[in-house]
């Protein structure tokens, strides 16, 4: 603000008291969700006074800090990141990284300003680089979309290249123009800018260079994994006992940083260990066993397992690679190249999960569940078209069935934030294999299905997005959930789609999604399923799928750190049987299971499955939840405050629910199915 230039605003005792505050409440919540806590701001000016000032209120509790160094005109002295270091460090700061701006630079002599070019960025890395802040400490910061979008990476991809092969002949630079998006540039003369390429030095140690692109996006250039190649190879006839482990070891087999390893080496190594943090020294000795177990996995034999995730960990780079390079929308040859590359090892996957089925699925047929398609809708294929799935491995649910049914389902990107719901659906379809090839040919997809028989299936990995809930707001919920598909075609309109243990229930309080009424007609909404079109009927999961949902429900939050065991639908008035985020926009369903029906307006399902794990939740057994669902179902008292909300305390009673469960059993409109 004008009041920071004048010096006063940022000193009184107001403001370091508010900005301590505020600062030891942020990193309490970032350490909740297990975050890192960083601070980034300009450097601390000659007017800060020497008894106080708000950085240092910060500093206290982040992890790490950035100060901003612009540069601009004033970076004619090599000084410059050193004093901006200083600042910080003076004013408390741990893990401080000096941030390489961006922002444009005047020209001597003149007000007029022009964006950075490479040579320009690169001799402030090498002025920086003078003062023992080495570009391990840089980041590119601030405006980096000025730069001219064709030469903008080049300072990044040359920081590990052979300097004296970058050619160096031109006397005039492109500059971008001030709007820097324009593409509109300007001949300038690199000694305006800074000194040209040939001029800078060259860094002591090229491998320092390639670490910083490590530690920033793993995986980006490929010589890094040929390097851990060559580096194992060369450990086939290795003694670990004569031959102790490296620090180029434990960099390119461990996700450890480069400067952290050169620390623990320092204060842990054998000969400091006497005065050596316990701590310091248990890490180090992990990430030796650590290192040492990564190279032995790289020269076994290779099972097909191992071989999918080195190929996986390939794909990773490869497509971290195709970031770095801005090709305008035009694909070049190394895009080309590259995208290539990714669709060998693709198929090299595909292949390999196929010799991974179990001996007693080889001389099967070929699992595609797939069915020619004969009416088309806005979300199906054309006629005739198949919809191929490969079988799903790698789950870790110890109750999972892996048979030709447990196909793996579309999935999307990985997660960009924790999950902290589980969300419940019901098919509309009897069978695992006629959910999983509508859920396909549609491009949906959940993480588990549950069938009749309590059979569990998992489709897509938990790391990565399946496409099954509505949005809500903000429309993130995919990115947050686990997906439950319960097998059940909830309308009992014939009598081949019945299984065994299903049952129907009549006058179901659901208010959204479909049934069917006693006279046969389909009905949708709470007045037709309770009466004016005579009782709805309704078939709901059985009571070993129910089960087998609420057992997966436990698992989940043991693998998943911000998943709770919850349920939002459980109130000071009883549990909300209908109703939920449309009828309460003061309070998202999240944090816990919640059914479908509490996302999307037009859906009722999973509801009866979310009651039944909220009542296991409250100690109750396996016979008697199912028997609240029942009457919690099929309750028709007229107390409800609403037509779309309804409360029910069923599972607070057990001799209220046996009355209204054999009441439920008996009800003569339980017809059979035609």
Same mark, same amino acid.
């Given at each position: 603000?004008s009041?920071?230039v004048s010096?006063?605003?940022?000193?009184?005792?107001?403001?370091?008291t508010?900005n301590e505050?505020?600062a030891?409440r942020?990193y309490e919540q970032c350490?909740?969700?297990r975050l890192?806590?960083?601070y980034?701001s300009t450097?601390?000016t000659k007017?800060s006074?020497k008894?106080g000032h708000y950085?240092n209120a910060?500093a206290?509790?982040?992890?790490?800090a950035v100060p901003?160094l612009y540069?601009?005109?004033g970076?004619h002295s090599?000084d /410059? #990141?050193?004093?901006?270091?200083?600042g910080y460090?003076?004013?408390?700061?741990?893990?401080?990284i @000096?941030?390489?701006?961006a922002m444009d630079? %005047?020209?001597?002599?003149?007000?007029?300003?022009?964006?950075?070019v490479?040579?320009?960025m690169?001799w402030?890395? /090498?002025?920086?680089d003078y003062q023992d802040?080495?570009w391990?400490d840089?980041?590119?910061?601030?405006?980096?979309?000025?730069?001219?979008?064709?030469?903008?990476?080049s300072?990044?991809?040359?920081?590990?290249a052979d300097?004296?092969q970058?050619?160096?002949?031109?006397e005039?630079?492109?500059v971008?123009?001030?709007?820097?998006?324009t593409?509109?540039?300007?001949?300038?003369s690199?000694s305006?800018?800074?000194p040209?390429?040939s001029q800078?030095?060259v860094t002591?140690?090229?491998?320092?260079?390639a670490e910083?692109?490590?530690?920033k996006?793993?995986?980006?250039f490929s010589?890094?994994t040929?390097k851990?190649?060559t580096?194992?190879?060369l450990?086939?006839?290795?003694n670990f006992?004569?031959?102790?482990l490296t &620090?180029?070891?434990?960099?390119?087999?461990t996700e450890?940083t480069?400067p952290?390893?050169?620390r623990?080496?320092?204060?842990?190594s054998p000969?400091?260990?006497?005065s050596?943090?316990?701590?310091?020294?248990?890490?180090?000795?992990?990430?030796k066993?650590?290192?040492?177990n990564?190279i032995l996995?790289l020269l076994?034999?290779g099972?097909?397992e191992s071989k999918? %995730?080195?190929?996986?960990?390939?794909?990773v780079?490869?497509k971290?690679q195709i970031?770095?390079i801005?090709?305008?929308?035009v694909?070049?040859n190394?895009?080309?190249?590259?995208?290539h590359n990714m669709?060998?090892k693709?198929?090299q996957i595909?292949?390999l999960?196929?010799?991974?089925?179990?001996?007693?699925? %080889?001389?099967?047929?070929?699992s595609?569940n797939?069915r020619?398609t004969?009416n088309?809708s806005?979300?199906q294929?054309p006629?005739?078209?198949?919809?191929?799935?490969s079988?799903?491995?790698?789950?870790?649910?110890?109750?999972?069935t892996?048979d030709d049914?447990?196909v793996?389902l579309p999935s999307?990107?990985? &997660?960009?934030?924790?999950?902290?719901q589980?969300m419940?659906h019901d098919?509309?379809n /009897?069978?695992?294999?006629?959910t999983?090839?509508?859920l396909?040919r549609?491009?949906?997809?959940?993480?588990?299905?549950?069938d009749l028989?309590g059979?569990?299936?998992q489709?897509?990995?938990?790391? &990565?997005r399946?496409?099954?809930a509505?949005?809500?707001t903000p429309?993130?919920?995919?990115?947050r959930?686990?997906?439950?598909e319960?097998?059940t075609?909830y309308?009992p309109?014939?009598a081949?789609?019945?299984?065994?243990?299903q @049952?129907?229930?009549?006058?179901?309080i659901?208010?959204?999604?479909?049934?069917?009424?006693s006279?046969g007609?389909k009905?949708?909404?709470?007045t037709q399923?309770?009466? %004016?079109?005579?009782p709805?009927r309704v078939?709901?999961p059985?009571q070993k799928?129910?089960?087998?949902?609420?057992?997966?429900c436990? #698992?989940l939050p043991?693998?998943i750190s911000?998943l709770?065991?919850a349920f939002p639908?459980s109130?000071?008035?009883?549990?909300? #049987?209908?109703?939920?985020?449309?009828?309460h926009p003061?309070?998202?369903?999240d944090d816990?299971?919640?059914?479908?029906g509490?996302?999307?307006t037009n &859906?009722?399902?999973g509801l009866f499955?979310e009651?039944?794990c909220?009542?296991r939740?409250?100690?109750?057994?396996?016979s008697?939840?199912?028997?609240?669902?029942?009457?919690?179902?099929t309750?028709?008292k007229?107390?409800?405050?609403?037509?779309?909300k309804a409360?029910?305390?069923f599972h607070?009673s057990?001799?209220?629910?046996?009355?209204a469960?054999?009441a439920a059993i008996?009800n003569?409109d339980r017809?059979p199915?035609k």
């Open positions: 603000t009041t920071e010096g006063k605003f940022m000193y009184s005792s107001e403001v370091i508010r505050s505020f030891s942020m350490k909740n969700y890192s806590f960083g980034t450097t601390p007017l006074a008894n950085f910060w206290k509790y982040c992890d790490y901003q540069s601009r005109s970076f090599k /410059h #990141w050193k004093k901006g270091y200083n460090e003076n004013a408390g700061f741990k893990n401080i @000096p941030g390489l701006g630079v %005047k020209k001597p002599n003149s007000q007029q300003e022009q964006a950075k490479p040579n320009r690169r402030e890395a /090498h002025q920086c802040l080495k391990s840089a980041v590119i910061w601030s405006s980096w979309s000025h730069l001219n979008k064709r030469e903008r990476w300072v990044v991809q040359e920081m590990g300097l004296a970058v050619s160096t002949n031109k005039t630079l492109e971008a123009s001030s709007g820097g998006d593409g509109q540039t300007t001949s300038s690199v305006s800018i800074g040209s390429q800078t030095p002591e140690t090229k491998e320092k260079s910083v692109i490590k530690e996006k793993p995986g980006i010589k890094l040929q851990a190649k580096l194992a190879e450990s086939r006839t290795r006992d004569t031959e102790p &620090r180029a070891d434990l960099f390119a087999f450890e480069g952290e390893i050169d623990l080496l320092a204060v842990a000969a400091a260990q006497a050596a943090d316990p701590l310091d020294i248990q890490k180090l000795e992990s990430l066993s650590e290192a040492k990564n996995e076994k034999p099972t097909e999918i %995730k080195l190929l996986e960990t390939e794909i780079g490869i971290k970031k770095l801005d090709a305008q929308g694909t070049n190394e895009v080309a190249a590259l995208k669709a060998v693709e198929n595909k292949t999960m196929a010799q991974q089925k179990a001996p007693s699925q %080889k001389g099967a047929a070929p595609v797939c020619t004969t088309r806005k979300n294929g006629p005739g078209e198949k919809i191929p799935l079988l799903f491995v790698g789950t870790k649910y110890p109750g999972a892996t049914l447990a793996e999307h990107s990985r &997660r960009t934030m924790g999950v902290n589980i419940i098919s509309g /009897h069978t695992v294999k006629g999983c090839r509508i396909a549609k491009n949906l997809s959940v993480h588990f299905t549950i028989d059979k569990v299936r489709h897509v990995p938990l790391d &990565r399946a496409n099954h509505g949005k809500i429309s993130e919920q995919n990115n959930t686990i997906g439950l319960m097998i075609r309308i309109d014939r081949k789609y019945s299984r065994g243990g @049952p129907v229930i009549v006058n179901p659901f208010t959204r999604g479909w049934a069917l009424s006279n007609k009905v949708i909404g709470p399923h309770r009466g %004016k079109n005579g709805g078939r709901v059985s799928a129910c089960e087998a949902a609420w057992q997966l436990k #698992w043991t693998q911000t709770k065991l639908g109130t000071n008035k009883g549990f909300l #049987w209908t109703g939920g985020n449309s009828n003061e309070k998202r369903f816990g299971i919640v059914s479908h509490r996302s999307a &859906r009722s399902d499955t009651h039944y909220f009542c939740s409250l100690g109750h057994s396996s008697t939840a199912f028997k609240m669902n029942i009457a919690a179902a309750w028709t007229p107390e409800r405050p609403r037509a779309n409360y029910t305390t607070k057990k001799s209220r629910t046996m009355a469960y054999i008996s003569p017809k199915f």
